[in-house]
Each structure stands twice: as structure tokens, then as C-alpha cells.
């Protein structure tokens, strides 16, 4: 089954979203959120290699940390603190081009050096998860990383958060 997703990892940027968003419209096809979490953070993964790549899922006031692909990671994040924190806050993607000039940067590993965090939003707006991109890399995304990984996080969202929030049917 796995085979049937590869990337060129040699093709630019903007041919692997291409074939990203080709791949997880394809991968995405079963109800079960946590299911399409992990295999969406494992093409994302496939696709550009980045150090870690996972979802932290808005529980109450905090960040829980939800499946990725990388080294293990801080598991609560908490608000007013952190790169992730404030995408959710502000309701939108953040770049960080270098973490160590991000005050309150939460470094759950030393390898990373740039960061690219994306809200998961439900039907109504509201931010039910983060998915968030660590690179070795500084500076490592660009404005159109954040606006392909939103645009192709908008089109999916319902495939990767319960809706409606669970105990609000
Ligand atoms: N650096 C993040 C914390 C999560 S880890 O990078 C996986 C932050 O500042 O929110």
C-alpha cells in the first residue's frame, strides 16, 4: 500500500505540494480523524523529509500532542507560549525563519532550527488542532510554505478533526 505513495524527492518544492495534494486527497478516504492524522503527517513527511512533522489537538486550554513522524516530542503545550501556541491563538499560519530568535520558542528538540505551524480548522473557523513543521534547516519556509500546507490543511480538515466538536452535536 505504501508504495503506491512516493515523491520525486528531487523535484522542486512546488511540484512535491503538487504531488502532495494529489496523493492525500487519494490517502484520506477513512472517517477516523487519528487515522488520517498519523498518514497525513507521514506524507507530509515522505514528502520534504522535515525533522518532525505532527499535530497537536486543541483539549480544554492547551496544545495535546497528537500523531507525527520524528523524534519524540514535549507532549502538552501550553497557551501564550510558543510558536504553536500562537498560531492558534491568532487563527492563522506562523514561519519562524530562525527559533532561537522566536521569544519563548518551546524547543523540544535542539536539532530544530526553523518552524512552520498551520491551524486545522473546523466548519465554523474555529482552530481544533495545529499542524506543526520543524526543519534542521534555518529559515527553511517561505510565505508559500505556509500558504500551501493551509490551503491543502483547509481542504482536508473535516477528515482530520471530529466534527462537530465532540459533546456539541
Ligand atoms: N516548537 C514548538 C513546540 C512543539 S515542537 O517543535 C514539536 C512551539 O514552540 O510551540
Known sequence: MADAFAFDRNAPRKARYDQLDMQCLALLSDADPVANQANFAALVHMAFGWHWVGFY??????????????????TRLFKDRGVCALAWARNEAVVVQDVD?????????????????????????QVRAVFDVDSAVVADFEQEDADRLQRLIDTVAERLIDEPLPGHA
Request: hydrophobic share 45%.
Open 57 to 74: 489537538r486543541v483539549v480544554k486550554d492547551e496544545l495535546v500532542l497528537g500523531p507525527f513522524q520524528g523524534p519524540v516530542a514535549c
Open 101 to 125: 530568535a522566536f521569544p519563548g520558542h518551546v524547543m523540544c528538540s535542539a536539532v530544530s532550527r526553523s518552524e512552520l505551524v498551520v491551524p486545522v480548522r473546523d466548519a465554523q473557523g
